[in-house]
């Protein structure tokens, strides 16, 4: 049984950082990809970013615009999800995923077969 545990969300003004950190119980972490998702309320959950088995292979969402970074260290089964210059419209909670087929990407949560229990993020205008 895989198990992922989101920590590092937070209440911060608009324009300030956060990091979001995804630790996963399993072996064979470096084999697949992994994904961030968020859901805000009233709305439905949407893809945030996404990293391939290599580090080199990324995917953002459009309204990202530079603004975030996912990164991956198989040495510590953890992703990362660095949050730059974030508006009030960032907030949400914030999921990480790992994908249920292999090690390239996916922006559909349909692909993703492990879900953490998801962060809160705020953002304060």
């Known amino acids: 049984q895989v198990q992922l545990v989101e920590s590092g969300g937070g209440l911060v003004q608009t324009g300030g950082s956060l990091r979001l950190s995804c630790v996963a119980s399993?072996?064979?972490?470096?084999?697949?990809?992994m994904g961030w998702f968020r859901q805000a309320p009233g709305k439905e959950r949407e893809f945030v970013a996404a990293?391939?088995?290599?580090?080199?292979?990324?995917h953002y969402a459009d309204f990202v615009e530079g603004r975030f970074t996912i990164s991956r260290d198989n040495a510590k089964n953890t992703i990362y999800l660095q949050m730059n210059s974030l508006k009030p419209e960032d907030t949400a909670v914030y999921y990480c995923a790992r994908s249920t087929y292999g090690g390239t990407w996916s922006t559909s949560s349909n692909d993703y077969g492990y879900w953490g229990q998801g962060a809160q993020v705020t953002v304060s205008s």
């Open positions: 990293i391939g088995w290599s580090r080199l292979s990324t």
């Open positions: 399993t072996r064979t972490f470096s084999n697949y990809a």
